[in-house]
């Protein structure tokens, strides 16, 4: 039996009878493993393969290099980009690769092009076995920033190094361009012409322009957000031939809001007397602001790092979302009526009832009218009313059930006159929480059930033609979590089981493109920690991945079980024949 380091990240959720309350900060542990094999563990995020992955790459570009020791309070590693001359392409790929080895914490990490974020992602934690790691995501959304030169490619990644912590992070970053559309790409006045029949999908028609709404990169281009009266925001002026702009936002929790939705209220801590920072209730919505009005708001999916929760359930397996967190879009093409006047206009953040911290970015895709048209626009409706959030509580001592719900629904339209014509944008979207943490036995025995329901339709219309193109995207993502604690005989030690469940479910119609994807994990598992290390423990995570569309499927079933794969199948097939064909797991 071999003991390896890990780090768990901070979550209990509350103090233990008659034991001092266990850190809530990060601390290392070590844990058991079933194979003593010398193999560097390799770890996976279980997604759906690319497209382009069984395709030669046009040209492929090896541009960062770099390990990341000491790199704490430094501004991001740098590399300098060109597009790659002597390449026709027309979709991009990131490959990322991380190795490490001996004792770390995750870390979160972000890659920026000139500011504009690409990726969003976090480290699993290293072994002395070592760990290595390797990704993909499709960037082609970004190809206006990939075909321009002399370009500066940030990469942060925040790590400590020293006597105790000496996991380094060796990591490189492949750009992949691939050649996959048959005929030559088309001009921008053809793709207004077709605006917007073509694609309302960011992939589909990649932004003309990408305007970061970013920090000043010193620290990361991320801004970070500690409380709900940090408003971060940038001035910016957009160009007076735009025709259709979307927002991406990048978000990620940390500190004592990482679990966000599992804290318990204020009135709660104080009443029990209990000594932790991690409060302030479950409600956070990160708010997109223009001109200080809220235009959107994003309920995060709740991405579990790899030190969280209890970090046994996620080797090999990580969390979904753990190395390709989600970005999350906002149609702000009504809002052009208001910002086609050549003035600055600020764009700015905040996080409901945050409390420290959280990493907001964003990126502003704008698409160009290059015809004769003198682009045009004006609001039409404008109905983003507050959110409606209700609480109910009913508690004695340490024990009770905290329940909180909450809906914003909110509706924009306006006009926008270009070469494409007169089209009148409307955007409407329902979010939805419900969430209830329960507290049973003298406080021992938390329960968690949080669900966000996102409703996103948007539809484009021409007074003589009436709909002529629209998108929905409905998404789901429940999560349950229940750990039962006891405490050991000295103070400080603790032995806490776990269950939890977390899926996202999406149902997509985009134009004639329809999708439907269901990503599932269950993990059960039990720790025992003696002052800041764990002594013993163990854990299994199962997953199931399965997509369909219009033009393919995907479904994946796996399990691991205390660091080792135990079944993997794996299938193209459609129409719900289930999963077949087992994948060899090297
Ligand atoms: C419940 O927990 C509190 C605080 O940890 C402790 O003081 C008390 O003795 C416990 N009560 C019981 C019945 O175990
Ligand atoms: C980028 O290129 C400039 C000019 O050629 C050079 O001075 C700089 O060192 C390069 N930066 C990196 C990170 O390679
Ligand atoms: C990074 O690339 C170098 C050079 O190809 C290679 O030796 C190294 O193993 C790679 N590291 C990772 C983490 O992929
Ligand atoms: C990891 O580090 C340990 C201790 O320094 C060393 O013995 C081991 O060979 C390393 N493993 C890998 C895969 O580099
Ligand atoms: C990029 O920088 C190099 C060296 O400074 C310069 O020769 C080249 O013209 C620049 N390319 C572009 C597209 O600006
Ligand atoms: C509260 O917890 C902090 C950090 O664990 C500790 O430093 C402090 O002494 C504690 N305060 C009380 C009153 O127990
Ligand atoms: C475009 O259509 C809207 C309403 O459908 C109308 O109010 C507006 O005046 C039109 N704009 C132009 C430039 O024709």
């Not at 969003?120 to 993909?136: L, N």
């Not at 589909?204 to 925001?233: C, H, K, M, T, Y």
């Not at 979302?321 to 009504?334: K, M, R, V, W």
């Not at 004769?372 to 983003?384: D, E, F, H, L, Q």
Request: proline share 6%; hydrophobic share 35%.
């Amino acid at each position: 039996m071999h003991l390896s380091i890990l780090l768990l990240s901070s979550l209990l959720l509350l103090p233990l009878s008659g034991a001092s309350p266990p850190p809530f900060q990060h601390h290392p542990f070590p844990r058991t493993r079933r194979s003593a094999s010398p193999q560097p563990q390799k770890l996976i995020e279980v997604t759906r393969p690319l497209p382009y992955d069984s395709l030669t790459p046009a040209c492929s570009l090896p541009l960062f290099t770099h390990s990341f020791g000491n790199t704490y309070n430094l501004p991001p590693a740098a590399a300098n980009y060109s597009s790659p001359l002597d390449c026709t392409w027309s979709n991009a790929v990131l490959q990322f690769s991380g190795a490490s080895n001996g004792s770390q914490y995750d870390r979160i990490s972000a890659i920026w092009l000139a500011g504009t974020e690409l990726l969003r992602t976090s480290t699993p934690e290293p072994t002395p076995h070592g760990i290595s790691w390797t990704f993909r995501k499709d960037i082609t959304r970004y190809s206006f920033l990939l075909r321009c030169s002399n370009l500066t490619l940030s990469v942060m990644l925040e790590n400590i190094v020293d006597d105790t912590y000496t996991g380094i992070f060796h990591i490189n970053i492949t750009f992949l361009f691939y050649n996959i559309r048959k005929s030559p790409i088309s001009s921008p006045r053809k793709l207004i012409r077709n605006f917007p029949t073509a694609s309302l999908e960011l992939d589909q028609i990649p932004a003309d322009l990408i305007i970061p709404v970013s920090a000043a990169g010193q620290e990361g281009f991320w801004f970070r957000i500690q409380s709900e009266n940090d408003a971060v925001s940038r001035e910016i002026q957009i160009p007076s031939n735009t025709y259709r702009a979307v927002i991406e936002v990048y978000v990620s929790a940390h500190g004592d809001d990482e679990f966000w939705y599992s804290n318990p209220p204020d009135y709660y801590i104080e009443r029990n007397g209990l000594n932790i920072t991690r409060g302030h209730g479950v409600y956070r919505e990160v708010l997109i602001k223009l001109d200080g009005d809220v235009v959107g708001s994003v309920l995060p999916f709740p991405v579990i790092f790899t030190g969280g929760i209890n970090p046994l359930f996620w080797d090999p397996i990580v969390a979904i979302g753990a190395f390709n967190l989600p970005s999350y879009e906002i149609e702000l093409t009504p809002f052009l009526g208001t910002l086609l006047d050549e003035k600055p206009h600020n764009f700015g953040f905040g996080v409901a009832e945050s409390i420290p911290f959280w990493l907001v970015d964003a990126n502003l895709h704008l698409w160009l009218d290059d015809g004769p048209v003198r682009v045009t626009a004006g609001k039409i409706k404008y109905k983003n009313p507050n959110s409606r959030i209700q609480r109910e509580s009913s508690f004695a001592k340490l024990d009770g059930k905290f329940r909180t719900v909450g809906q914003r629904d909110s509706e924009s339209s306006g006009w926008v006159h270009s070469s494409a014509g007169n089209l009148t944008t409307r955007a409407i979207t329902k979010l939805k929480f419900d969430n209830e943490v329960s507290y049973r036995s003298n406080g021992t025995i938390a329960k968690v059930e949080h669900e966000v329901t996102v409703q996103k339709q948007i539809e484009i219309s021409m007074a003589s033609s009436g709909t002529v193109a629209t998108s929905s995207v409905d998404s789901k993502y429940p999560l349950m979590l229940k750990t039962a604690t006891a405490a050991g005989s000295e103070a400080g030690n603790y032995e806490m089981s776990t269950d939890l469940e977390v899926s996202y479910e999406e149902e997509k119609k985009i134009d004639h493109f329809e999708s439907q994807l269901k990503n599932k994990q269950k993990c059960k598992g039990w720790m025992f920690v003696q002052g800041h290390d764990v002594v013993s423990g163990s854990g299994a995570t199962s997953q199931s991945y399965a997509v369909q569309d219009s033009h393919s499927c995907y479904n994946r079933k796996i399990s691991a079980n205390e660091g080792a794969v135990v079944s993997d199948a794996e299938n193209f097939l459609c129409g719900g024949r289930g999963v077949s064909g087992s994948r060899s797991s090297d």
